[in-house]
């Protein structure tokens, strides 16, 4: 399993939030690049990029920080989610040198956008279902949407997407640990593999979590655990490769 450090960019800025509130953002780092750096060195393999700003404006905000960190560690796997919501970012992204982009708000509100892409950049596509009791949220987490987040991943899923990114809203940067049984229902409905994210706490959460790899959880995405130090990247990263290899 794949423990995959969060860089979420707020005007050039390393940033977390809380549940997403734009307003409540600590700052980590004013240099991304050497975040990056940071996890690559403590063995990371992938990195999971969001533009905040982007997405929110509905397009690329931070692009050139992206395009920096792509260029500094070319032979580092990266996915990048906030404010893609048209094939000429995507095309723009896979050129920088990314290697998946995320697909979120605009795979609910248009979603033949997805089928669209996915025909196009075939294997590169993953889509962000960010959810509350079951209930899929929409435009960087301010609305909830009627969409049910299972018969979502079903839907992306027969459309070609190669993962669903999982994130509990409820959870996300508030230190609680992950919502694992919601996270579990979500992977054991679709055959694709499911990215956990929200709430990665601790060490333990790592081993209850590697528990149900079997079920299709390849991976998770871990922010304010690693930065505030609750969580030691190396040490989580070396456990849940012990525990799923």
Known sequence: MLLIPAIDLKQGKCVRLKQG???????????????????????????????????FAGKPVNAE???????????ISIQVGGG????DTIQAYLDAGVQYAIIGTKAVNAPHFVSDVCIEFPGRIIVGLDAKDGKVAIDGWSKLSNHDVIDMAKHFEKDG?????????????????LNIEATVKVAQAIS??????????????????????????????????????????????????????
Request: with cysteine; charged share 25%.
């Open 21 to 55: 509130r734009m307003e409540d953002d600590t700052v980590f780092s004013d240099d991304p690049v050497a975040m990056a750096e940071r996890w690559i060195e403590a063995g990371a393999k992938r990195l999971h990029i969001v533009d905040l700003d982007g997405a």
């Open 65 to 75: 920080v992206i395009h920096n960190i792509t260029e500094a560690f070319p032979g």
């Open 84 to 87: 893609i919501r048209d094939e």
């Open 161 to 177: 997407v190669v993962a669903i990114v999982y994130t509990d809203i409820s959870r996300d940067g508030m230190m609680q640990g």
């Open 192 to 245: 694709i593999p499911v990215i956990a994210s929200g709430g990665i706490t601790t060490i333990e959460d790592i081993r209850e979590l590697c528990k149900y790899a079997d079920e299709g959880i390849t991976g998770a995405i871990t922010g304010r655990a690693i930065y505030e130090g609750t969580l030691d990247y190396a040490e989580g990263q070396a456990l849940a490769t012990k525990l799923t290899s």
